[in-house]
């Protein structure tokens, strides 16, 4: 597809994001999966539910543009989903991982409020009220995820992290007592 008009470029960025929801929906099961606090796994359940919903209505707004939706792979997505899968490669604390599961969400989130804006400011300037009604609700939903992860990660998960890092701290500082112990 040329991209040679503003409304081109539109449609590209309504396809591209609703490829980054797709890849999204398959993603978040395994983030569930892997979160342990229970906290964390309901509020990625949560946002599983509305990513769906958000799906289906790119799917309407793109098609009230006379566009099919499917065609376009959105690799920034594709990439940013990739960096969160490495978390689950290396060995890690629980909490730790918690505390890492919440950054790649964050990153994932970050990377739609800054799609849905730009799209959503594309559909006012082209006079598409009721598609920019809708993906307004959309950056609404995602900033509201943001902060749900912030405040997760800020008013616990975080804390626990450090404190399991702490812990390995002061196991170490046992262990190299109790080595200088047995060399003295």
Not at 142 to 171: P, Y
């Amino acid at each position: 597809m040329a991209l040679d008009t503003l409304r081109d470029l539109y449609v590209d960025k309504l396809k591209d994001l609703y490829s980054a929801e797709n890849q999204i929906i398959k993603a978040l099961p395994r983030m569930i999966k892997g979160a342990t606090s229970m906290e964390l796994q309901h509020a990625l359940q949560d946002h599983l539910s509305i990513t769906e919903t958000q799906s289906q209505r790119l799917e309407e707004i793109i098609s009230n543009l006379g566009e099919r939706a499917k065609g376009k792979k959105c690799v920034g997505m594709e990439g940013v989903l990739e960096e969160g899968k490495e978390l689950f490669k290396e060995k890690i604390d629980a909490e730790v991982l918690d505390a890492g599961i919440i950054a790649a969400a964050q990153s994932v989130e970050h990377y739609e409020i800054a799609g849905y804006g730009t799209a959503r400011a594309w559909a006012q300037l082209l006079g598409h009220e009721e598609a920019a009604e809708l993906l307004q609700q959309t950056l609404d939903e995602e900033k509201e995820a943001d902060h749900t992860l912030s405040a997760l990660a800020e008013t616990w998960i975080n804390e626990m992290a450090e404190q399991e890092d702490e812990g390995e701290d002061e196991e170490e500082n046992q262990r190299e007592l109790t080595t200088s112990a047995w060399k003295a």
